[in-house]
């Protein structure tokens, strides 16, 4: 049994001031948080119960067209928002493709950034693990790691970050607002969340104590809205992590690509924006072709940390795929199957 201290703060600035203790946790929904100190992968001192606090489970349309959506929003409730899911369908369609409908119901925005990796040999605690205890090792490396990462990662860690919904976040440039005791700040999402290098321990930008209150998407994010598309690969359709997936958006005017973003998931520690591939898509005809040398550009410095180089071949495809996706439009109604290469557009869920 492993004793802890449980808070329930009245507002943000008590809440802050509890979490500033070494060793403490937030608890929001726990859906992962809860998972991990069963298993003593996470021991925390302190856990900080925000789930109370007022004025954090609201999305809310910016003054600048932009759109606030608060940390304790459920992951279910932002994607049957059909404002939202009309404005950013690629973020309502990574949203419905992750975990389970339970899960989603309870599971919440903030927590959804702050998630753990899957990778097995973190969760298990009689395995070495760099991530979990600096300096341990890594048995990922050379063990059973046909799903870890083939971009960005370090002889000290190779997992992957197992969101859906940071993909299309981080393609539409989300940023994320952050509340500690010295004040407010905010950061790009793609910044906020860290690769491993030599401290696989540090996931993300947060200091001792800082809270996350909301992530923004930019105004620009909304004119995507007609040709974009979340595409996800697993090793079966439901409730599993993406072996690989890509969120890909574009602006099309006459035929020609004038914007394009592109995000990949299952790859990298972060989800991993592909900024060469949308330089190459502007001023292209959206073809087959341009999509699979955006494709190719996107993976071209990918390489396997294990068991895994299937993964850049499948990366090239789903990349190519998703953008042909989007290219022919996103469908009026949630695909039966969100974000699945499988789906029909029979679903139920009206985008307009
Ligand atoms: Fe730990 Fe990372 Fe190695 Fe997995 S890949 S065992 S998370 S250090």
Redesign the pocket.
Known sequence: MNLFDYVRPASIAEAVAAASEPGAAYLAAGTNLLDLMKGGAMRPSRLVDITRLPGLAKVETLPDGGVSIGAMVRNADLARDVDFATAYPAVAEALLSGASPQLRNAATVGGNLMQR?R????YDAA??????DPG??????G?E?RS??VLG?SD????THPSDFCVPLVALDAVVEIEGVNGSREMPLEEFLLL?GTT?EREHALETGEMIIALRLPRDAATFRSHARYLKLRERTSFAFALVSAAAALRIEDGTIVAARLSLGGVAARPWRARAAEAALEGSAPTTEAFARAADLALADARPSGDNAFKIELAKRVVTRAFLLASTGTPDRMPALPASAFSSDTGVTHHA
């Open positions: 990796t990778c097995a040999y973190f395995s070495a693990c760099n991530r979990r341990a090792g890594c048995d990922a490396l063990g790691n870890h990462a990662w000290a860690c190779i997992a491993p696989p």
